[in-house]
């Protein structure tokens, strides 16, 4: 059974129809990749996935139980957390508080008893591990504006980790990255694979095509392919879109 399915996804807007039958599983253990064109409706898919929008149509299972149209909050408790396409950092604040605010722990108690839970030992020695899981061991005092972009990037990823989802959703993590930046999140997502499903959309086909375990190509809202790396491959629009890439 997997562990994440989502079935006959629809959704439009206006009159403009975005997304019609997208339909993706992921079993436990394994990275998915996404991939196509600009505007083909990856992000408003993990919109449907992750609670921001509801589909029109289609059904999403999460470790057996119907999750479909449930509110962000409530997805994220179920164990599903996102990264974002446009980052969702607190600027002014640390990297170690960016992570502390997203723990289960601090979130449970409200967002105005994060300062007191600051000073709790078991909370900061929680969001230091995750920080340092990502690569960003001392610089858990940098405000989060005075990192660079790629520690940023971890970051975000560290926010995310902090609710320890069973389930992680990345949205081009490697947009903006050089190649050591790149390099350096590829060794972060091998190493979070060894404990997490992973959904991730990504334009950098060298990246996907290197870490994913099936891949789904989206265009004009549908899915037009899905397979393995290898299998894909030889697909007529991977190998035209982005051949040179892949050599
Ligand atoms: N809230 C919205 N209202 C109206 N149209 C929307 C909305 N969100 C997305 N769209 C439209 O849906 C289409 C798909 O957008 P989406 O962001 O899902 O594409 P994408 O595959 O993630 O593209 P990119 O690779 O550029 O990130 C686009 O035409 C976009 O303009
Ligand atoms: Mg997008």
């Given at each position: 059974m997997?562990?994440?399915?989502?079935?006959?996804?629809?959704?439009?807007?206006?009159d403009?129809?975005?997304?019609?039958?997208?339909?993706?599983?992921?079993?436990?253990?394994?990275?998915?990749?996404?991939?196509?064109?600009?505007?083909?409706?990856?992000?408003?898919?993990?919109?449907?996935?992750?609670?921001?929008?509801?589909?029109?149509?289609?059904?999403?299972?999460?470790?057996?139980?119907?999750?479909?149209?449930?509110?962000?909050?409530?997805?994220?408790?179920?164990?599903?957390?996102?990264?974002?396409?446009?980052?969702?950092?607190?600027?002014?604040?640390?990297?170690?508080?960016?992570?502390?605010?997203?723990?289960?722990?601090?979130?449970?108690?409200?967002?105005?008893?994060?300062?007191?839970?600051?000073r709790?030992?078991?909370?900061?020695?929680?969001?230091?591990?995750?920080?340092?899981?990502?690569?960003?061991?001392?610089?858990?005092?940098?405000?989060?504006?005075?990192?660079?972009y790629?520690?940023?990037?971890?970051?975000?990823?560290?926010?995310?980790?902090?609710?320890?989802?069973?389930?992680?959703?990345?949205?081009?993590?490697?947009?903006?990255?050089?190649?050591?930046?790149?390099?350096?999140?590829?060794?972060?997502?091998?190493?979070?694979?060894?404990?997490?499903?992973?959904?991730?959309?990504?334009?950098?086909?060298?990246?996907?095509?290197?870490?994913?375990?099936?891949?789904?190509?989206?265009?004009?809202?549908?899915?037009?392919?899905?397979?393995?790396?290898?299998?894909?491959?030889s697909?007529?629009?991977?190998?035209r879109?982005?051949?040179?890439?892949?050599?």
């Open positions: 997997p562990l994440f399915e989502a079935k006959g996804l629809a959704k439009r807007f206006g403009q129809v975005v997304l019609q039958n997208v339909s993706l599983r992921v079993d436990e253990g394994q990275l998915a990749g996404i991939m196509g064109p600009n505007g083909a409706g990856k992000t408003t898919t993990f919109h449907l996935l992750t609670g921001r929008y509801k589909p029109d149509r289609g059904r999403v299972h999460f470790a057996g139980e119907d999750i479909t149209g449930l509110a962000p909050r409530e997805i994220a408790r179920k164990g599903i957390a996102r990264s974002f396409q446009a980052m969702n950092l607190f600027d002014a604040d640390s990297a170690l508080d960016n992570v502390l605010v997203a723990l289960p722990a601090v979130r449970a108690r409200g967002f105005d008893a994060w300062r007191d839970l600051g709790d030992g078991a909370a900061q020695d929680a969001a230091a591990a995750v920080l340092a899981r990502v690569g960003l061991k001392g610089k858990e005092h940098v405000s989060a504006k005075r990192l660079s790629g520690d940023r990037r971890a970051l975000e990823i560290g926010v995310a980790l902090a609710a320890a989802p069973r389930l992680l959703f990345l949205d081009e993590p490697t947009a903006g990255l050089g190649a050591d930046g790149t390099a350096r999140l590829i060794e972060l997502i091998q190493e979070l694979k060894r404990r997490l499903t992973i959904v991730v959309i990504e334009h950098d086909m060298r990246f996907l095509f290197g870490l994913a375990d099936r891949i789904t190509v989206i265009h004009w809202g549908q899915v037009i392919a899905e397979g393995t790396p290898d299998a894909l491959r697909n007529e629009w991977v190998r879109s982005n051949l040179g890439a892949l050599q």
